[in-house]
Every structure is written in C-alpha cells, then in structure tokens.
Nanobody, 115 residues
Framework: QVQLVESGGGLVQSGGSLRLSCTAS????????VGWYRQAPGRQRELVST???????NIVDSVYGRFAISRDDASNTVDLYMNNLQPEDTAVYYC?????????WGKGVLVTVSS
C-alpha cells in the first residue's frame, strides 16, 4: 500500500520560509511523478509544483521564483522549499505521487502565513 507522509508545516510570518518534506513508502518512487498541491479555505485544491522521474519540473505561476521542488529517489522524498511566503500561500499542502495512472495523496500539512 502506498503511503505518503508530509512534514514541515507550521506558522510563519509574511516574508518567511518553510520547507515541506514528503516521504513515500510502498511504491516504486523513482518511476513516479511526485509533487505538491494545496487547498486554501473555501477554495479547490490546486497544483503547486511537480517533478517527474527525469527531473522535469512544473510550477504554478503564483509561486514561480519563490518556491522550488526537489526529489531524492534514494530516500523516497520530495521537498518543497517555500521562500518569501505571503498570506495568500496559507493552505493545507498535500503531497501527491502518480504511478501507472493512479494518484496517491498524503493527509496534508497546514501552512499558515501571518501578515
């Protein structure tokens, strides 16, 4: 069974930084597309950034230049580095992994940015 466990959320002031980390188990991580999504209160879940098995990255315009994604297949982890956080980045952040057309989700971590 695939499990994704996120860590690193919390409360930060505007302009601050956080690193989110996701560790996967029960999957062939190295062949998966992995990434991060977020869901703000009252809004739909949206893509933040993904990285595929050969390192191609996708990132949403609203966080371009502030967030960065990386993966380490040796440790089955995918990290999201978030800099210059703004109140509009407040959301529950979810780790996701796609393999053989199936998307697996973590339970999410809350990131709160105070103004």
């Amino acid at each position: 069974q695939v499990q994704l466990v996120e860590s690193g959320g919390g409360l930060v002031q505007s302009g601050g930084s956080l690193r989110l980390s996701c560790t996967a188990s029960g999957t062939i991580f190295s062949t998966s597309i992995v990434g991060w999504y977020r869901q703000a209160p009252g809004r739909q879940r949206e893509l933040v950034s993904t990285i595929d098995d050969i390192g191609n990255k996708n990132i949403v315009d609203s966080v371009y230049g502030r967030f960065a994604i990386s993966r380490d297949d040796a440790s089955n982890t995918v990290d999201l580095y978030m800099n210059n956080l703004q109140p509009e980045d407040t959301a529950v952040y979810y780790c996701a992994a796609v393999q053989y057309g199936i998307t697996y989700w973590g339970k999410g971590v809350l990131v709160t940015v105070s103004s």
